[in-house]
């Protein structure tokens, strides 16, 4: 699974005073590419948690709990 | 909100990805949350 | 538009993802951050909507003291710099009476180096 170039497009162009502005191809597959290493991280360090207490799901409490280091290192 | 909804499908799709490998489940909110948390961003 | 879902995806979101009422859980969002010394010029209105779960970032604060486990992306300075005051404060939570750190650094204070 991947985000769509278009989606990445225009959740860019939602912050854009000017919205003729451009992004070049390389940029918008580096973000794409980024969305999804972001996503990625979040889920297998809740992922992780929730293993680490022996649960067969994935709460929000486990994502919680990762959530304040995740958004330091993005 | 059908922008939102375009990252949520992605966003749970690959945690679908991540269930399979790792063998375990997601829930909704879970779900939802990290969507919102990858809209934010 | 080539951006938003095909009918297809739509179907799999609504069926899969999309939280319904009734699922009987509440929709959720990222605490507002404001930031207390400069005051945000429209304040930010405090929306609270009882059936919208906010994320805590601080329900397991105590637990920041360590690093988590990473995956594919590792922390970052500004992380590990976060995790090591966390640390400090859990020490100084088990302090009784004076703040060593206090007492520490006092030792090095010279007159000609402050105003």
């Not at chain 3, 080539?2 to 739509?10: D, G, N, V």
């Amino acid at each position: 699974a991947r985000f769509k170039k278009d989606t990445v497009n225009k959740l860019l162009h939602l912050h854009f005073k000017d919205e003729r502005i451009k992004v070049s191809a390389d940029a918008l597959q580096l973000m794409t590419e980024m969305l999804k290493v972001f996503v990625q991280e979040a889920v297998a360090r809740a992922a992780r948690q929730a293993k680490s207490e022996d649960l067969p799901t994935v709460d929000l409490e486990h994502l919680e709990k990762v959530l304040p280091q995740l958004l330091l290192d993005f | 909100e059908r922008l939102k909804a375009a990252v949520h499908y992605t966003v749970g799709c690959l945690c679908q990805e991540v269930a399979e490998e790792k063998g375990i489940e997601f829930s909704k909110q879970t779900i939802a949350a990290v969507s919102e948390i990858t809209f934010s961003q | 538009e080539h951006w938003a879902l095909t009918s297809e995806e739509f179907e799999v979101w609504d069926r899969l993802y999309r939280i319904q009422d009734s699922d009987g859980i509440k929709n959720v969002k990222l605490p507002q951050v404001r930031f207390e010394s400069i005051r945000d010029m429209e304040e930010i209105k405090e929306s609270c909507n009882e059936n919208i779960h906010e994320l805590s970032l601080t329900e397991w604060r105590i637990w920041q003291n360590r690093p988590f486990p990473t995956h594919m992306v590792d922390h970052s300075d500004r992380c590990n710099n976060f995790i090591s005051i966390m640390e400090k404060i859990e020490l100084m939570r088990h302090e009784e009476g004076a703040c060593t750190y206090d007492s520490e650094l006092m030792t090095y204070l010279h007159k000609d180096d402050i105003i």
